[in-house]
């Protein structure tokens, strides 16, 4: 197959063909599609003395014009202002945990073909960068074989993504789960109604629902961040630009039809909630917030179950449960995908004088402090908390 690299001239000029490839990619997630690229730009960019960032828009095409892919780099100088700055190249997704998946825009068919091309393509360029890193990579797939056998390439972090695969009904969902599931489904639903409560789901879906519903989630995301006596969740919203991001992502996408935030209610008041993204045939299940006040009554696991019955009534073929192994996810029996992040030392003379003398600093107890900061910053991508789309 006959590819060409180019850098593209803007998010908005690609758009229209990028919306087109993202319909034939396997892993179908908000954090591929142009309009959150563009506003992860937006918010999360940075340019001052410390940091300095450049966007890197790849597309990659066949020799007829065809988009094969979408590679959105970012590539940072730290300090921006000195020649002795790290210069990294990362996948727009570099946040506090905001951006869970982290991945190239390709249909599976061409990503072996493309993740070379292209990187044969970056290593041209390799003047430019001090450390590549490609994103996460399906660790079985032949991209992580063909990578693998590249000289320098280091895998590094790993990450699991959870999917279920829906049958035609719930009845039959619900058969095929292992008994511990079964058992806390039907406590969850008796719970409520030996204290007289009934549980309400509520969908919304258009954009002054999702407007509404999006305040009383970031409430209840507070809340259970707040809450410390269970796993803790970070609220990586609390503040800007992760505030600002989601709101402007949720404005723009619900505007599209894309977006789904699913609430529980009981006496009267919204007591779990969850972020959903429609994406074809997929529901992608983000962030959640629920009332500690009502945990007694299991309302995330109701909640995610209406979620469920729901999808499998619209006649979607599959739910995305998130990245992060916790028992919220595994509990359901969903398939594992597993991802790997592959990160390539520059070959150039700088790139290698740089990474000797990280190799003899390691032996020395004070540099080796030094070099791990260093490092942290030249791959700033704030681990994302234990199970955080839960």
């Known amino acids: 197959m006959g590819l060409i690299v180019r850098e593209a001239m803007s998010f908005r000029n690609l758009a229209p063909e990028w919306e087109v490839l993202m319909q034939r990619c396997a892993l179908r997630t908000p954090f591929t599609h142009p309009t959150w690229c563009e506003l992860w730009w937006q918010h999360f960019a940075e340019h001052h003395l410390l940091v300095g960032d450049e966007l890197r828009l790849l597309e990659v095409r066949d020799r007829g014009g065809v988009l094969k892919a979408v590679a959105p780099f970012v590539a940072t100088t730290r300090p921006s202002l000195s020649w002795l700055g790290i210069r990294s190249w990362r996948l ?12 190239l825009v390709c249909a599976p068919e061409d990503e072996p073909f493309v993740v070379s091309v292209l990187l044969d393509y970056l290593l041209e360029r390799r003047k430019e960068w001090d450390m590549l890193s490609l994103g996460d990579i399906r660790a079985d797939s032949d991209s992580a074989r063909i990578l693998g056998e590249r000289q320098g ?13 829906l049958p035609g009904d719930w009845e039959t969902f619900k058969s095929s789960l292992k008994r511990n599931i079964k058992e806390s489904l039907r406590k969850c639903y008796n719970a409520p109604k030996r204290d007289g409560l009934t549980p309400e789901f509520r969908v919304h879906a258009t954009p002054s629902e999702i407007t509404a519903a999006l305040e009383r989630w970031l409430k209840l995301h507070a809340m259970r961040a707040d809450f410390t006596d269970t ?104 398939t594992e ?18 990474h000797r003398i990280a190799h003899v600093a390691t032996t020395m107890p004070v540099a080796a402090s030094l070099l791990s900061f260093a490092r942290r910053q030249s791959h700033r991508a704030p681990a994302k908390p234990q199970g955080a789309g839960a």
């Open 92 to 103: 727009i997704g570099a946040d506090p945990a905001v951006t869970e998946l982290s991945t």
């Open 153 to 165: 390439l280091k895998w590094t972090s790993e990450l699991s993504d959870f999917v279920l695969t």
């Open 231 to 334: 796993v803790v969740h970070r609220n990586v919203f609390a503040v800007d630009p992760p505030r600002a991001f989601l709101r402007a992502m949720m404005d723009q996408l619900g505007a599209r039809g894309l977006v789904r935030i699913f609430e529980l209610e009981l006496k009267g008041q919204v007591v779990a909630s969850r972020i959903g993204f429609v994406l074809g045939n997929t529901l992608y299940l983000y962030f959640s917030g629920y009332d500690p006040a009502f945990r007694q009554y299991s309302v995330m696991t109701t909640t995610v179950a209406e979620i469920l019955k729901w999808s499998i009534a619209q006649g979607l073929e599959s739910v995305n449960l998130s990245p992060g192994n916790d028992v919220s996810k595994t509990r359901w029996s969903p």
């Open 337 to 354: 995908i597993k991802y790997q992040k592959a990160v390539l030392p520059s070959p150039s003379l700088r790139g290698l004088v740089f």
